[in-house]
């Protein structure tokens, strides 16, 4: 194992580490894995934060696109880090300038996410969230930059839920996930 694969490694079992099971949340039978104790220590904050920025940068993109709200707390940092732009996308009825929205399908519903509609104005993109599920909600994120302009390059995840099937659901677009659950 050379030096850099260690120093992965090493970052994979810190962030690793932070991220607490807890059983049966939202609703019974679903092991939810929380965050909050990695965003409340700075050291493994920090390295996930470094950890997506080398991922954005070796796509060579103009912006960062975070899907609200934990891709706020990852996205932005990132983009600050690599001195390029930041790209939100909200809720619906959450964006106070002119929007375009795209509405997707959820296991029991629909959903829909909006962006201003200057907002990529042909720029590249990559997509950052906290958490790679079923990939409905990134692929709505990808359709809605593409569709108004930018270049998604690809997606970039804290956590990838590997056996929820999201990365094929994806298709073609690259993923790049710091921490996977099989």
Do not use: N
């Amino acid at each position: 194992m050379s030096p850099s694969d260690s120093q992965h490694e090493d970052a994979i079992t810190l962030m690793r580490r932070h991220v607490r099971d807890v059983p049966d949340f939202p609703k019974p039978g679903i092991l939810f894995k929380d965050i909050t104790p990695l965003l409340g220590d700075a050291r493994a904050f920090g390295v996930a934060v470094a950890q997506l920025a080398e991922r954005v940068r070796a796509r060579g993109a103009d912006a960062v696109v975070g899907i609200e709200s934990r891709g706020f707390i990852f996205g932005a940092p990132v983009a600050r880090e690599l001195g390029i732009g930041f790209i939100p996308l909200r809720k619906p009825g959450r964006l106070p300038y002119k929007k375009v929205v795209e509405r997707y399908q959820l296991e029991y519903g629909e959903d829909a996410i909006e962006m201003h509609e200057d907002a990529v104005d042909g720029r590249s993109l990559v997509i950052v969230d906290d958490l790679l599920a079923t990939g409905g909600t990134a692929g709505a994120a990808a359709r809605l930059c593409e569709r108004h302009g930018g270049r998604v390059l690809g997606c970039a995840f804290l956590i990838e839920l590997a056996f929820l099937g999201g990365r094929k659901r994806l298709g073609a677009l690259p993923v790049d996930a710091l921490i996977e659950y099989a």
